[in-house]
């Protein structure tokens, strides 16, 4: 799904909009950036979220994750899952 037709998934209907559009401009910056500098990225844009007070609880992040994997193949799938495990293990710390 390289165009924002994911946010209109049905999936997503609890989420709040401001989130939705928060999500999106995170999407756009973490355009073209290497698997090496996008786990950097994404705990720098979760901190700034909270700061923000729009952070997204469990079941938020559990649907994001599911409508982005959409489309996307097994290799794809599989570095989202583990770039998620790794975020879970540093939240727990």
């Known amino acids: 799904m390289s165009d924002n037709s994911w946010m209109q998934n049905p999936a997503l209907g609890g989420i709040d909009p401001n989130k939705l559009q928060m999500l999106l401009s995170m999407a756009d910056q973490a355009k073209g950036k290497s698997p090496n ?27 994001i994750i599911e409508v982005m994997k959409m489309g996307k193949s097994k290799e794809e799938i599989q570095r989202i899952d583990k770039i998620c495990a790794i975020m879970k293990q540093m939240k727990r710390r």
């Open 37 to 63: 500098e996008l786990l950097p990225f994404l705990m720098s844009a979760s901190a700034q979220s909270k700061e923000n007070n729009m952070s997204f609880d469990s079941a938020e992040t559990d649907a």
